[in-house]
């Protein structure tokens, strides 16, 4: 109940969002939300702590760039190219990761992610410590003119309901219980005879997939793939965002990508004491906040119904 | 041939922050079972405290005691450690009972807050530290070539202290009761030892290292606000081919990655930054546990 209301609201503020805000500002605030999504999809749901998400994001960036630039893809086949590109990768990382468990898991995401930026930062196409620049946005089907920014805002809106519908569809059927169930207690979902490793991979090339479709759609958007986005801190980043809106609930990360990318924004002009701000925040948030802003509530909510 | 052996001399350079970094690690993943993210930011507030000490106490505080190298060897490590200590006792310590990814992210959080913080103030292209002894100034001949003194005391120092650990840890009796405490806390306690004081002082010392390291490498690298950064995710990678079962796991493999990076300076230098995280990838498809970890 409480789902389907955030949902409606969701829509609704998605849909009149250009009427009263800055649309570029808020489709890079979309491209955020649906990449916490997906990371979420891992952490929250199946206990995966990936540290080189950035990876899959930038990476997809760099590809949709390079292949709409360079071999003048349409937009949509740029973003579908970026995207599967963070599906082959996200399945060479996952084979890799997932052979090791807990923080380990974590450092190898990292330094595997590490190879993707220093690729990007060194292979001849990537334009380097500049990024890559000049992308076009072209035209949708064909027809309908990107440059205008409310078009390129409705489609970015529309890529991020499909991801954020994959993700819920994902969550709420057999495969989702069984990763929650891994996540709960791995070994006893391996002695109900469930192949963990099995699950556990699929989880994090769905997961990568939909980081990389969120990545293709940001260098559409802003007509640039940048080095930062593969950057390990974007990796931080987007674990900052799922934790602050709600590790594990379906809404906690686009609450959280919002918060922390408005926050952001707002603190831009006091250069790297927005550094310090935000890990202020992840330490008050492990320490003191650890249900994040939508779990709070939730449990609020149910505290006064019960 | 004179090139390979230059090369290999100063991968061994690097080599040994990899050791001692790695070593800091191991020993505070050994006790506490986290992996301090933050090491890569103790290492640079050692490296800004040997800076600060030496030219920047007078100018801003109007104290003209000046730290000089050796003294920065001491203190720095001290005020590192102390940070740890207050880590330990008002964060980390109410995590122990959470997923340990929780302590992860504790630390990257820290991680950001003091790299924020010397960013405001300090150039993240660097500033040089001004006070290299004098007494390691100037070229050693080796016989073969010549290699500058400092470098080759900063080897032979970081060798000491990695291997000194070692030796603490497996062949003494604070060593033993250290070992028992990570083997079983509870039965440890029960004997009469005082664990959580352990976990702090271990935490303490694995973060003064770290410390430490980062004066040894003031004077070699310029000191800058993200020069943990970067190193800590090498590292992390050292520490996956190593394995975290022991301490002289982190210590050798830390030392052999330097001086299969310094070599791949020779061959490929496009490669020298990657080849690290190739060989973790044929680590895990081959012996996923790490060269010298244990398999679970």
Redesign the interface.
């Known amino acids: 109940m409480t789902n389907r209301i955030l949902f409606i609201l969701m829509l609704v503020a998605g849909l009149t969002a250009p009427l009263f805000a800055y649309p570029v500002f808020v489709m890079d605030l979309l491209c955020f939300a649906l990449f916490a999504c997906a990371f979420n999809l891992l ?1 929250g749901y199946a ?1 995966l ?1 990936s ?1 080189g998400h950035a990876a899959f994001f930038g990476g997809a960036a760099y590809v949709t760039g390079y292949v709409t630039k360079e071999w003048g893809f349409s937009p949509l086949l740029g973003i579908l190219a970026g995207a599967g590109f963070a599906m082959v990768l996200g399945a060479a990382f996952g084979f ?1 990761a997932i ?2 468990q ?3 898991f ?3 995401t ?3 992610a ?2 993707i930026y ?2 990007a930062l ?1 292979m001849p196409f990537t334009g380097g410590e500049n990024g890559l620049q000049g992308i076009p946005r072209g035209h949708l089907f064909g027809l309908i003119d990107l440059n205008n920014s409310l078009a390129m805002y409705y489609f970015v809106f529309a890529i991020f309901l499909l991801g954020f519908g994959i993700i819920y569809r994902t969550i709420n059927s057999p495969f989702g219980e069984v990763l929650q169930a891994i996540r709960e207690n791995e070994s006893r979902a391996l002695s109900l005879g469930y192949d963990v490793d099995h699950f556990k991979l699929l989880a994090f090339v769905i997961s990568a997939t939909l980081a990389g479709l969120a990545g293709a759609t940001k260098a559409i958007i802003f007509q640039f793939a940048a080095l930062t986005s593969a950057h ?2 974007t990796s ?1 980043e987007v ?1 900052l965002m799922t ?1 602050v809106g709600g590790l594990g609930t379906i809404f906690g990360p686009v609450v959280g990508a919002i918060t922390v990318g408005a926050l952001s924004h707002e603190l831009s002009a006091y ?13 008050v ?3 003191v906040f ?1 249900r994040g802003i939508i779990g709070e509530l939730q449990r609020l909510i149910s505290r006064k119904g019960g | 041939m004179q090139v390979i052996m230059a090369q290999a001399l100063l991968g061994l350079n690097v080599g040994v922050f990899y050791a001692m970094l790695s070593l800091g690690l191991a020993v505070i993943f050994g006790l506490l079972n986290i992996i301090n993210f933050a090491h890569g930011a103790m290492y640079m507030l050692g490296a800004f405290i040997a800076l600060i000490g030496y030219s920047l106490l007078e100018q801003w505080f109007g104290i003209s005691l000046q730290i000089g190298f050796w003294a920065s060897l001491l203190v720095a490590p001290v005020i590192v450690g102390i940070l740890g200590v207050l880590i330990e006792r008002l964060m980390l310590k109410r995590l122990y009972e959470l997923d340990h990814i929780y302590g992860l992210l504790l630390t990257f959080g820290i991680t950001l807050i003091l790299q924020g913080l010397f960013a405001n103030y300090f150039n993240v292209s660097g500033t040089p530290y001004p006070g290299q002894p004098e007494a390691l100034s100037g070229v050693v001949n080796l016989g073969f070539m010549y290699f500058p003194t400092y470098r080759l005391f900063a080897i032979v120092f970081s060798l000491v202290v990695c291997f000194a650990t070692w030796w603490a840890i497996e062949h003494t009796k604070l060593g033993s009761r250290l070992r028992a405490g990570v083997e079983n806390p509870d039965l440890t306690q029960a004997f009469g030892l005082n664990v959580p004081l352990m976990v702090t002082l271990t935490f303490a010392f694995g973060a003064g290292l770290a410390g430490l390291a980062g004066v040894l490498a003031a004077p070699i690298y310029s000191v800058s606000p993200l020069m943990g950064a970067d190193l800590i995710i090498v590292v992390f990678a050292v520490v996956v081919i190593g394995g975290m079962g022991s301490i002289m796991g982190a210590i050798l493999s830390g030392l052999a990655l330097g001086l299969v990076e310094g070599l791949t300076k020779v061959f490929y230098p496009p490669a020298a930054s990657t080849v690290i995280f190739f060989l973790m990838v044929l680590v895990l498809l081959f012996r996923p546990a790490g060269l010298f970890g244990k398999e679970k």
Do not use: D, E, K, N
């Open positions: 952490l206990g702590l540290f890799l052979r090791r807990g923080i380990y974590a450092m190898v990292l330094a595997l590490q190879i220093f690729l060194q390990w801190q931080g674990i934790l250069g790297s004491w927005v550094q310090v701000i935000l890990g202020t925040i992840f330490v948030c492990v320490m650890r």
